[in-house]
C-alpha cells in the first residue's frame, strides 16, 4: 500500500487529497490529511465565520476541480439560488464548499483508496534508510509515508524590521491578523495602525470600522498603494497575450503589456482585460528571466502588479471608499523607523515615502497586516527550520520561497529533488510567481497527486 501524508489541510492540502482520491489506481492508497487545527479546509483564508468577507474572485472561478469550472457554482446555488458565476461569495461558505468536496471525492473513491483526517503538527521529517520519509508529531507520534506533501499554507508573517529599536519595545502589536479574539482585544475608540495596505489590511479596516465608525484608522505600506476594484471581463481577449520575445526583460515587458492595454482600450476594454490575459502566461515569463530581471521587477513593479492582479469586489469597495471619503481611514506611504510605549498609546517613528524627515503616529494598536511569511528562513516554524538545517529543502535566492522542480518536487541543498517530497502553497511563488490563486493551486495539486501515484 503506498502512504501519502498531506501535511496542512487548508485549500491547498484538501485540493491535493482530492485529486489523489480521483486519480486513484488501481494500486492500494492510503491518504493521511494532518491538520493542526483539526477543522479542515478552513486556514488564513477561509477561517473567517463574517460573512461580510467576500472572496475576492468570482465564484465562477473557484471551483477546487481544474476539469469543472462550475463546481463550486453548482455547491453554492444549492445553498443560495441567488448565486451566480459572477457573484463574489462569502469566504466562510467557500471552506464548507471545500469540506463538502471532500467529502464528495472520498464517497467517490473505490474502495482500495482511503482518507484518513488526524490532528496534530509535525515537527520534524527525515528520510528513511529504505525510501520513503518518517515525520514526528509535536506529542511524540510518527507516521511513515512514501511521499509527503507539505501544504501548510500562509505562515505569519515576521515583524517589518526597525532601524531604531525593536517590536518588543511595545506591547501594543498584534503579528496576527486573524486571530479569532482580535475585536476583544482592541478599545472601540482605540487609533489603530495596520502594517500594509492590501486586502487583509483593507478586510481589517473595514471590521474595525463597522463596529465603530468614529474610530481612526491608519494604514501604512512602502507605497501607501491599495487593490484596484473588480471588473468584469469582455470575455474577448483573443490575440491580446504577450508573445515571450516581447517580454525578454522587465523593460520591454511592461511596454509591450501597455502597447497591449492601449489596444484593448481601443476595441472598449480596459486593463482589467489586460491583466486577465496576461495572467496564464506569468509563470513563463517569470522562468525565462534571469535573476537580475527577476529582482529588477520586485524592485520596482511587483508593488504595481500586486494591486491590480488582486482586486476587491464590488460591495467592498464601495464601504472603502467610503471610509476614505469621510476621513475614518487615512492611508500613507512610508515605513516605521522606531516604536515605543507611551502611557497609553504607542509612540511611532514613521518616515514617509521621499522624505527624510520623520514624523510621529500614536495607535492603541499596531496589526501586521503585511500578508504571510515570504521566506522559509524566517518562518518561525520548527518543520521548516529542521528541512533547511538538514538540507532536504532549499531556500531561493531572492526571498519568495522555495526552489522546487517543475512537478512542486522540493529541491534539497545539493540542488536535486528530496526524493518523495513535495511542496504547494505561496513559496511556489520562487519557480512560478503566481502561486497562490485558485486556479493555480488546483493545478499544482493535480501536478502533485500524479506525481505521487
Not at 487529497?17 to 478552513?42: E, F, H, K, W
Not at 472572496?55 to 469543472?68: K, T
Not at 529599536?165 to 489603530?192: C, E, F, K, M, N
Not at 511611532?348 to 492603541?364: F, K, M, N
Request: net charge positive.
Amino acid at each position: 500500500m503506498r502512504t501519502v501524508l498531506i501535511v496542512g489541510a487548508g485549500f491547498s492540502g484538501v485540493a491535493c487529497a482530492i485529486q489523489m482520491l480521483r486519480l486513484a489506481g488501481r494500486q492500494p492508497l492510503r491518504v493521511l490529511l494532518l491538520n493542526r487545527s483539526g477543522r479542515l479546509a478552513r486556514g488564513m483564508a477561509y477561517g473567517t465565520q463574517s460573512p461580510q468577507h467576500l472572496l475576492n474572485v468570482v465564484a465562477a472561478n473557484m471551483s477546487v476541480l481544474p476539469d469543472d469550472p462550475e463546481h463550486f457554482v453548482h455547491y453554492a446555488g444549492m445553498r443560495d439560488s441567488g448565486v451566480a458565476g459572477g457573484s463574489f461569495v462569502a469566504r466562510s461558505v467557500y471552506g464548507d464548499y471545500l469540506e463538502w468536496a471532500l467529502r464528495q471525492a472520498q464517497d467517490q473513491a473505490p474502495r482500495h483508496a482511503t482518507l484518513d483526517c488526524i490532528s496534530g503538527s509535525v515537527c520534524s521529517l527525515h528520510a528513511k534508510t529504505r525510501g520513503g520519509l518518517a515525520a514526528t508529531l509535536e506529542d511524540g507520534r510518527s507516521i511513515e509515508a512514501d511521499r509527503v506533501v507539505l501544504a501548510f499554507g500562509h505562515l505569519p508573517a515576521p515583524p517589518p524590521e526597525l532601524s531604531r529599536g525593536q517590536w518588543s519595545d511595545t506591547s501594543r502589536y498584534l503579528a496576527d491578523p486573524w486571530r479569532g479574539d482580535l475585536l476583544t482585544t482592541i478599545g472601540a475608540h482605540d487609533p489603530v495602525l495596520l502594517l500594509g495596505t492590501g486586502l487583509t489590511a483593507v478586510d481589517i479596516a473595514l471590521q474595525l470600522l463597522r463596529r465603530n465608525p468614529s474610530r481612526r484608522v491608519h494604514a501604512l505600506s512602502r507605497h501607501g498603494l491599495l487593490p484596484q476594484p473588480y471588473k468584469p471581463l469582455s470575455g474577448h481577449l483573443a490575440g491580446s497575450t504577450l508573445r515571450r520575445d516581447e517580454a525578454p526583460t522587465v523593460r520591454a515587458a511592461l511596454h509591450a503589456f501597455m502597447r497591449q492595454v492601449e489596444h484593448l482600450e481601443d476595441a472598449g476594454m480596459d486593463w482589467h482585460d489586460a491583466v486577465a490575459a496576461l495572467r496564464p502566461q506569468a509563470a513563463g515569463i517569470w522562468q525565462a528571466w534571469p535573476a537580475a530581471e527577476r529582482r529588477r521587477f520586485l524592485r520596482h513593479v511587483r508593488p504595481y502588479w500586486d494591486v491590480h492582479r488582486h482586486q476587491l469586489p464590488p460591495t467592498v469597495q464601495q464601504e472603502l471608499s467610503a471610509a476614505l471619503a469621510r476621513g475614518a481611514l487615512h492611508v500613507s506611504a512610508g515605513r516605521v523607523a522606531g516604536i515605543r510605549d507611551e502611557a497609553e498609546l504607542a509612540l511611532l517613528t514613521v518616515q514617509p515615502r521621499g522624505s527624510e524627515e520623520c514624523i510621529e503616529l500614536r495607535a492603541g494598536r499596531i496589526i501586521n497586516c503585511t500578508g504571510s511569511c515570504a521566506s522559509p528562513r524566517r518562518a518561525a516554524v520548527p518543520l521548516v527550520q529542521q528541512l533547511l538545517a538538514d538540507g532536504l529543502m532549499r531556500a531561493d535566492a531572492l526571498g519568495l520561497g522555495l526552489d522546487t522542480g517543475a512537478d512542486c518536487a522540493v529541491l534539497g541543498a545539493n540542488g536535486q529533488p528530496t526524493p518523495g517530497l513535495y511542496y504547494i502553497g505561496p513559496w511556489l511563488r520562487a519557480g512560478f510567481w503566481e502561486a497562490t490563486a485558485v486556479p493555480e493551486l488546483r493545478r499544482f495539486a493535480a501536478t502533485i497527486a500524479r506525481a505521487c501515484m
